[in-house]
């Protein structure tokens, strides 16, 4: 699936091999994207990406919602970020 915002831009994909899903995710600097999974907004689990003023200050986080409220970090971190300058 290939989902484009104003400036931003992210992809999913199945790799059969690991069996994991990977994001390509674009954020446009000093902004931030999340994708939640769940039926509702609570008790899901997050996926928050945020750009900074350039790679370095950037950063993906395994958060968990529990409420209708800003998620918390999840307890079990279970992603692999790599942050690139475009």
């Known amino acids: 699936m290939d989902y484009?915002?104003?400036?931003?831009?992210?992809?999913?994909?199945?790799?059969p091999t690991t069996r994991n899903l990977e994001f390509e995710v674009l954020v446009p600097r000093n902004t931030w994207f999340g994708i939640a999974f769940g039926p509702n907004m609570f008790n899901v689990d997050v996926l928050w990406f945020s750009a900074g003023q350039t790679a370095q200050v950037s950063q993906a986080l395994d958060m968990f919602a529990f409420a209708r409220a800003p998620p918390k970090p999840d307890d079990r971190q279970d992603i692999a970020f790599r942050a690139t300058d475009v």
Do not use: R
């Open 4 to 15: 484009g915002a104003k400036g931003g831009n992210f992809k999913i994909a199945f790799n």
